[in-house]
């Protein structure tokens, strides 16, 4: 097994999400490690889950555990590379399946230019719930951070 690195999403991690169905299912509960909690978006797509990293990161390994029913079956990555632009940009899609287990995806960065990444935009944009809502238990994402240079 390849090393994936360490956690990447920690205190300092900006989390930004599309909707929140009400403040029971809110964003913070991404990543609190409780398997009983949850964030859910209103309905409609696409619907986004945004991380910004205090430092510039190389992504290698993403993990989602979704609520079966309520899958972002169709999941474009996007990032922001550090850079002059400070532009989204196209990374690659993942699609998941509709299940109630941890699913992890490999993250292959095959332009050099998208080794220093600020951010990963995670767009749902096919749900498998008819409405389009969206129930993510655990996000989990793994790689290296680049250590910043002192001037």
Same mark, same amino acid.
């Given at each position: 097994?390849?090393?994936?690195?360490? %956690?990447?999403?920690?205190p300092?991690? /900006?989390?930004k999400?599309?909707t929140?169905l009400? /403040?029971?299912?809110g964003?913070k #509960?991404l990543t609190?490690?409780d398997p009983?909690t949850?964030w859910?978006?209103q309905q409609?797509t %696409? !619907?986004f889950?945004?991380?910004q990293?205090p430092a %510039?990161?190389?992504?290698? !390994?993403?993990?989602?555990?979704? +609520?079966g029913?309520f899958v972002?079956?169709k999941?474009a990555?996007?990032?922001?590379p !550090?850079?002059?632009? +400070?532009q989204?940009q %196209?990374y690659m #899609?993942v699609?998941p399946?509709?299940?109630n287990?941890q699913?992890t995806?490999?993250?292959?960065?095959?332009?050099?230019?998208s080794?220093?990444?600020l951010?990963l /935009?995670?767009?749902?944009?096919?749900?498998?719930?008819?409405?389009?809502?969206i129930?993510?238990?655990?996000?989990?994402l793994?790689?290296?951070v680049?250590?910043? /240079?002192e001037?």
């Amino acid at each position: 097994m390849a090393d994936v690195g360490q %956690p990447l999403i920690g205190p300092d991690t /900006k989390i930004k999400v599309s909707t929140t169905l009400d /403040k029971s299912v809110g964003k913070k #509960h991404l990543t609190d490690g409780d398997p009983g909690t949850c964030w859910t978006s209103q309905q409609g797509t %696409p !619907q986004f889950i945004q991380l910004q990293f205090p430092a %510039p990161v190389i992504p290698k !390994q993403l993990s989602i555990t979704f +609520q079966g029913g309520f899958v972002g079956t169709k999941c474009a990555l996007e990032v922001l590379p !550090q850079g002059p632009t +400070q532009q989204w940009q %196209p990374y690659m #899609h993942v699609f998941p399946e509709d299940v109630n287990r941890q699913q992890t995806f490999e993250l292959t960065l095959t332009d050099a230019g998208s080794t220093n990444i600020l951010g990963l /935009k995670l767009v749902f944009e096919e749900s498998s719930d008819f409405f389009g809502r969206i129930t993510v238990y655990d996000l989990q994402l793994q790689g290296i951070v680049i250590e910043r /240079k002192e001037e």
